[in-house]
């Protein structure tokens, strides 16, 4: 038996679990000479999917209708036929959204389970730790004694970047949406401050008052209004790192933002967008760093976890109302 989630039909505004369709297969599956075949075990779900699902120019080929979904997985090899992978590896790539699946191999990384739980390959270990290593250093720059403001900063990326900017000598201010996160921030990650976007009367003067010297960096996972409001606190030649906009990826009308380019010529600031695929070619070096500082303890990480491969759609969906803590993931 063979369970399969595709692309049912487009969402307009927030997903739905409408949007995707279940087929289940009574059949099993064979392997050729150099193929594996594979058994899920953890899915990550990750707010940039949502653009995927549109039928949008974008930095990735849109998810096409009635076809698998896909995306971070790790899963076992169950039987192989590929001199590269024995049964009973693991390994980490962007696969189908399938409890069983055949591979050639391609792409796919073997990791190893006894140094780090499999579903850190998915976060810190894997493209969440990339993205807020490299997001931070390639621009941001960061120098010891400056303040970093990071939006999202309870989920996977943002928890990550604003430990790293700690480790690196930064003031370090968090933004998210309960108070039980903003506490997480501080006692778990090690943030200075933090900001309940959805409690503070006025998140500019927040912002203000929590950066006191102005903000350097600004690490921005969010987009929207909370953006606008960094945009009134940052210093000259300060950097705006564009990682991410969830608060504006369900619109259905173009966002009213305010224009950024006056705060941008007056701060003689940079602002940059980027996709972690953009430094490739770093990947070692980051990857090296990043577990050192998690066998040494100076890196942490916290996961939601939700069991059962029916109940990835309602995983991806929940990331829109901010019911995750750190990276989550799908266990199969």
Do not use: H
């Not at 849109?62 to 995306?71: G, H, W």
């Not at 962007?94 to 390959?121: F, R």
């Not at 950066?211 to 940052?234: E, R, T």
């Amino acid at each position: 038996m063979i369970k399969t989630i595709v692309l049912n039909n487009r969402p307009e505004g927030k997903p739905t679990v409408s949007n995707f369709e279940f087929v289940t297969e009574d059949k099993q599956l064979t392997i050729n000479e150099g193929e594996i075949l594979l058994e899920a075990a953890y899915v990550s779900v990750d707010p940039y999917l949502r653009g995927r699902m549109s039928d949008a120019k974008s930095y990735i080929p849109s998810f096409e209708l009635n076809k698998p979904v896909q995306s971070g997985v790790i899963a076992k090899v169950i039987a192989s036929k590929n001199n590269n992978f024995n049964q009973g590896d693991f390994v980490s790539g962007m696969l189908n959204w399938q409890t069983q699946q055949v591979s050639n191999g391609e792409g796919l990384l073997k990791i190893d389970g006894t140094k780090a739980p499999l579903s850190t390959y998915l976060g810190i270990l894997g493209m969440t730790g990339l993205t807020a290593y490299l997001g931070l250093n390639e621009i941001g720059k960061p120098k010891a004694g400056e303040t970093i403001v990071v939006s999202g900063a309870a989920g996977a990326v943002g928890s990550v970047v604003g430990q790293i900017a700690k480790i690196l000598g930064l003031t370090v201010i968090g933004i998210a949406g309960t108070d039980e996160k903003i506490e997480m921030l501080k006692t778990k990650f090690g943030f200075d401050a933090g900001i309940n976007y959805n409690t503070s009367k006025n998140i500019t003067a927040d912002i203000k008052k929590a950066a006191p010297n102005g903000v350097d960096i600004y690490f921005d996972n969010v987009g929207g209004p909370i953006s606008d409001a960094v945009l009134f606190n940052i210093n000259r030649f300060a950097r705006l790192i564009i990682c991410g906009a969830i608060s504006v990826y369900n619109n259905t009308e173009l966002p009213k933002s305010i224009s950024v380019q006056p705060f941008l010529v007056k701060n003689s600031a940079l602002m940059q967008g980027f996709i972690v695929s953009n430094y490739a070619e770093k990947f070692p070096e980051a990857m090296k760093q990043i577990s050192t500082w998690l066998a040494e303890e100076k890196l942490t990480y916290t996961e939601t976890v939700v069991n059962g491969f029916d109940n990835i759609p309602t995983a991806f969906i929940d990331l829109f109302e901010g019911k995750n803590k750190g990276k989550m993931i799908v266990k199969i």
